[in-house]
């Protein structure tokens, strides 16, 4: 079975390929980490939500299985 190393960003950042691309079109690389960041703490706002959501039907009991 293939042993499968997926990139970092910090891999892709430092690709010359990306980084010849991201000069042609002016983008930064502080501005690519900038996103992501902003990226990650959305979807890990989104997950708290969920789970304290899921925390709270929980404690409501399960109105389909009589729990």
Known sequence: MADWNE???EDLLS???I???MARD???ADEVRY???QATNRTLE???ALLS???VNAA???????R
Request: hydrophobic content about 45%; proline content about 4%; glycine content about 10%.
């Open 53 to 55: 959501q899921a925390h």
């Open 19 to 21: 980084l010849k691309v």
């Open 46 to 48: 989104k997950q708290a």
């Open 26 to 28: 002016g983008v930064r």
């Open 7 to 9: 990139a970092t960003l």
């Open 60 to 66: 409501a009991g399960c109105y389909a299985c009589g």
């Open 35 to 37: 996103l992501v960041e």
């Open 15 to 17: 690709d010359p390929i």
